[in-house]
């Protein structure tokens, strides 16, 4: 989602570039990057001071002490920071920056009207006047998918991700609170977290309208034996 935000911020910042910088062969390399990252970032788990209780069926690091205190006092802020707050500030960031964006263009196109109606001081015609009215009703449109994309895709993201790494961080510390308690509080935030992976993506694209008729289109053919015009 971070990755789809900078490339909606790209395609507002240079609408004329956006096609040589978002292309397949470059979505291609981002998604091996991730890769890459993602598999050095929980190697640590391939350690074999792993264990698993086979009662209770959770994890147990045993020795050295080192790796103890690394998996519970510095991987769960690192992970929070890297894998909530930072992506939590870009999308926030880019979507405001696109927000600005659309907002110079839309100024953009009403003071070019202005000026030209100003300097010819002719009223247009009527075709270019429905054209123009057609074009601002399709930017409008627009617009506002973006906008309710950049909601969708933010407001899941921070309702779903925050709460569960802010307790993974203060889970470690003494809170007052059993162990049972504890585990049971955490299994509840990652379910809750885990929402946003199957929700985020649909609420996402239900936004646009583009993906609402595409959908219509295929389970009408699913379900129906139509054919895909």
Known sequence: MVTIAIDRLIRSEVPMRSKQICTKQNVIKITCI?????????SFY?????????????CAAGQPPSYIYFLTKLYVPIRAVFI?????????????????????????????TTRHSTET?????NVSNSQQQNNSRQMSALDRMLVYMMIANVGVFLVTQIPFHIY??????????????????????LVWSSLYF???????????????????????YKFCCQTIP
Not at 90 to 105: E, F, P, Y
């Open 121 to 125: 001081n002719i009223p247009l015609p």
């Open 84 to 112: 909530c707050f930072i992506p939590a500030v870009i999308m926030l960031l880019a979507n405001i920056r696109i927000l600005i964006n659309i907002r110079q263009s839309k100024r953009r196109v009403a003071d070019r």
């Open 46 to 58: 391939f350690f074999p001071y792993i264990t698993q209780n086979p009662i209770t069926g959770s």
């Open 198 to 220: 199957s929700l985020a993506f649909y609420f996402y694209c239900l936004a646009s309208p583009l993906f609402r008729h595409k959908f219509i289109r295929i389970i009408k």
């Open 168 to 189: 993974s961080c203060i889970s470690y510390k003494p809170i007052g609170l059993d162990k049972f308690t504890i585990e049971l509080l955490r299994a509840l935030f």
């Open 34 to 42: 991730y890769f890459i990252i993602f598999c050095l970032f929980w």
